[in-house]
């Protein structure tokens, strides 16, 4: 074994021309170990059109250096012709470059098993090296809506990786009762980038406090509110939200609230609500922001509000802790695992599938009190920074070494 682990990670979802942002999470997740490790990463990315638009991608960015903390790595984005099966084709991209490699890993770790998982177990075996899996799909939940074909497939992955690393506890029960007999279970959750993620600068103009640091100093009321998700309605709710959210609008003219994500075409049904109910301009939908722009939100911010069906947990509850706001949400997937049920220390947890009554007495509770900057965002730079997930991975990747 070398000095320093070198691991090669091979990524089902990985942010690419055909999927900007998908698995960004899974990127994070690299950055974190590229900290503690040598890393490289192999992303298999099916196209769908001509063969010219393979080689307009691959040229692009099929190829990426990127470097964290004095850390350089290489991304390889293996763009390739879809094929029917897909694992045909992710195959094929994956023996592309493991066939010439110069070097063997000494961990391969693959990201989400389906489709990726099979071609970098079988590489894993022949090399001769241990294989550990992050999983983030929320599918093991209900398992056996997944097509007979891909639940086969999964099941042969993850009962052939020496250990598994579900984002949160909640999803690991999800995956033992889909895949009896996996591996050893360690529970990484998903990574917050608190170099970014943090409260906003001290604002002063001629040494007077002005904008959001004023708000913090004079102890504000709680009444700015922000939503940041995908903004799909089916997992997201945001209809409940906003149903919840309307009494309360109505009771004090002084609330705002946010809604960051979403295709700007989709939420033409949500900004027609809101107009109707006469909430226009103190209820804003945003739709697609970049990093720094969901950061400043944040900042400016007074609480995150959460309404999901279903989850495992997600990024932006410890990006909020990280910036030093408090977190209301309902009780699904592993959330709980972070935020205790009721009025907490991070905020509050309401029970899953809460309504308008619900949801009007927890923020009787919300706007009544204040949480401290500093241990929120202790709490997220303990759980969920680079160097805490970076940590934990390579304490997974020791103990399967030896």
Known sequence: MSVQLKVLHVASWYPSEVH???????????EAVATACEVE??????????????????????????EIEGQAWTVRRLYHEATRPQLVGVARSVASVASK???????????????????????AKKWGVPVVLTEHWTAYHDFRAVPWWRRRVIRDVVKRTDAVCPVSADLGEAMDAAVPGMGPVHVVPNVVDTSRFKPAEEETLAGVPVGATRRRLEGHAVERVLHVSSMND???????????????????????????GGELARLDGHRSWVKAQGLEGRIVFTGPLGTDEVVKHMQTHDVLMLNSRRENFPCVIAEAWACGIPVMSTDVGGIREHLPPGLSERGFLLQAGAGEAEWKEAWMQVSKTTWPE??????????FSMAAVGAAYKEVYLDLLG
């Open 20 to 30: 900007p942002s998908l698995g960004n999470f899974i990127a994070r997740h690299v």
């Open 41 to 66: 990463v192999w992303a298999p990315v099916p196209v769908r059109g001509s063969a010219s638009s393979v080689v307009k991608m691959r040229d692009k960015n099929g190829t990426e250096l990127l």
């Open 101 to 123: 490699m110069d070097w063997t890993p000494d961990v391969v770790h693959v990201h989400v098993a389906y489709p990726a998982g099979s071609s970098a177990v079988a590489w």
């Open 234 to 260: 089916d997992q997201k709710n945001i209809t409940g939200l906003l149903e919840a959210l309307a009494p309360l609008f109505q009771a004090n003219p002084a609330l705002k609230a946010t809604f960051v």
């Open 374 to 383: 500093e241990s929120l965002r202790t709490y997220a730079e303990t759980h």
